[in-house]
């Protein structure tokens, strides 16, 4: 379903979430009091608008309304998150994400009430760690107690193989939940990407290929033994 969200905060992260939240197609209204972000910016997003987002009287020109999201992405100063935090509250009622800067903005977030707080650094050093420790780990989520979900890049020994062939499980004692394909294709500037698709439930006909990105569930060290040993 596509959702109209307000990006509060163009930085590196601010952007970047914006201009993704714009090409999975959702209409973006990105704001930034500084007038380089917003020009960068504003041919690739839906709305880029050079407002102060913690001045009371910018909150007027949002569609706050109507917005289905919030997020505050400001990165450089926990002031002005804490004071556009503030007035997003005053104004909102929907759904506010806010991106903490520190223990201690993270602490006078919690005192107000946000429940969605995003440390997208500590988050970067999650999955850079699983990168360096878990072979050929691209991205991972932490769950609740020792498991994990890894996006791992396929074992050469499975190329060819079919899920029937490769019984995980009962060797390893991890889960292959799908795979993600990969399809080579030109950004506007000629400059080659892959587009990733998400491939569905998995069968046991299901023959592995090169290209295919792996997502799989288990112990930490039970997906680098499994990554190990099929490299």
């Not at 596509?2 to 590196?12: T, Y």
């Not at 380089?36 to 041919?43: E, K, L, T, Y």
């Not at 880029?48 to 569609?63: F, M, R, T, V, W």
Request: proline fraction near 2%; charge should be negative; include cysteine.
């Amino acid at each position: 379903m596509k959702k109209k969200i307000i990006v509060l905060g163009l930085g590196n992260f601010g952007g970047n979430l914006a201009l993704k939240l714009t090409e999975d197609g959702h209409e973006v209204f990105g704001v930034d009091s500084n007038p380089s972000r917003v020009d960068m910016i504003q041919n690739k997003i839906n709305h880029a608008l050079g407002l102060d987002a913690s001045d009371e009287s910018c909150i007027n020109y949002l569609p706050i309304d109507d917005c289905d999201l919030v997020v505050i992405a400001i990165g450089e100063n926990i002031g002005a998150s804490v004071t556009t935090t503030a007035l997003i509250k005053k104004h909102y009622n929907g759904r506010i994400i806010v991106r903490s800067l520190s223990t201690l903005h993270k602490t006078i977030l919690e005192a107000m009430h946000i429940t969605e707080i995003i440390e997208p650094e500590a988050e970067y050093a999650h999955e850079l760690s699983n990168r360096i420790m878990v072979r050929g780990a691209i991205k991972s989520m932490e769950l609740h107690g020792e498991y994990e979900i890894v996006e791992v890049n396929i074992p050469k020994k499975l190329i060819g193989l079919t899920l029937a062939d490769v019984d995980v499980k009962k060797k390893y004692k991890v889960h292959i939940v799908t795979v993600i394909k990969q399809t080579e294709r030109k950004n506007y500037l000629g400059s080659a990407y892959f587009d990733k698709e998400v491939h569905g439930i998995l069968h046991s006909v299901y023959q592995f290929t090169e290209d295919d990105l792996l997502l799989v569930f288990g112990k930490k060290d039970n997906i680098d033994q499994f990554i190990e040993e099929s490299s």
